[in-house]
């Protein structure tokens, strides 16, 4: 077996029982307070799962101890059934095909769009190659297609400075994606987005639902009615009810807590 096999067999990912998430126990403490008090929660093989709640109902936390950010007091995360994300690092997770997106664009705003997708595809591999190596043929092809998917074609030799805010956001998500994540995490993308752009958002997370899995968490209740099909409602770090957008929304307990209605 050569090297590089090792390492493909090493990273994959086990998903032969349909699940690609596993989170059961788990239980986060900070001087106290139960940021995750006993949570569960599973994620499919390919789904896009909305995850909503009030300020305060874990759902950062979450996405910390997912990417090994956060260590918890007890519980386990697996990605797959082989990855035990407790016992990695956060360079580790990246490596393993987990990508998160968080609420601000974190893009390189003197550089082309191209380049920001390149800079990504790069940093998947060896830093110092990715600074004295181009790009061959079948690179330049995955990110013309990146290009097309995130709506940037158009944009992809202008400075990624001159992109309004929601092109940010997608090229942000196409960062990701040149990394060809299996799971991604999506936190709050259309705050601050116009609405056409939070209708072009939408249509983005659901045409990439299938060949990832997409884990949103957003606030804006219209996008998570426009886009959801599950939908995991958080409160004091447990899950507080899940299912059909339609059944969770005129639950008495969640109209009580978050929708105010």
């Known amino acids: 077996m050569t090297s590089s096999e090792a390492q493909t067999k090493e990273t994959s990912v086990n998903t032969s029982h349909g699940c690609i998430l596993y989170i059961e126990g788990l239980t986060v403490s900070f001087d106290g307070f139960k940021a995750l008090n006993d949570l569960n929660l599973y994620i499919d093989e390919g789904e896009l799962r909305c995850i909503i709640g009030p300020n305060g109902a874990g759902k950062t936390t979450m996405m910390d101890v997912i990417t090994g ?14 990855h035990d994300l407790t016992k990695m690092t956060e360079y580790e997770i990246s490596h393993i095909g987990i990508g998160r997106k968080f609420q601000k664009p974190t893009v390189f705003l003197n550089h082309t769009v191209f380049e920001n997708l390149e800079l990504a595809l790069q940093a998947k591999k060896d830093v110092w190659t990715s600074l004295t190596k181009s790009l061959n043929k079948e690179q330049k092809g995955l990110i013309e297609e990146d290009l097309v998917t995130i709506g940037l074609i158009e944009q992809k030799d202008l400075r990624a400075g001159l992109l309004s805010h929601g092109q940010k956001q ?19 993308p259309v705050a601050g987005m116009t ?4 209708e072009r958002t939408a249509e983005l997370l659901e045409s990439l639902a299938g060949k990832h899995s997409v884990v949103v968490v957003e606030h804006e209740m219209d996008f998570i009615r426009s886009i959801a099909n599950r939908v995991t409602v958080l409160h004091e770090g447990s899950v507080l009810a899940e299912g059909k957008m339609e059944v969770v929304q005129n639950d008495p307990k969640v109209m009580e807590v978050y929708l105010g209605s």
């Open 170 to 188: 997608w090229l942000e998500i196409g960062m990701l994606l040149v990394q060809d994540p299996q799971l991604l995490l999506i936190d709050e």
């Open 195 to 198: 609405h056409q752009e939070t």
């Open 69 to 82: 950010k956060t260590r918890p007091d007890q519980g386990t995360v697996f990605f797959g059934q082989n």
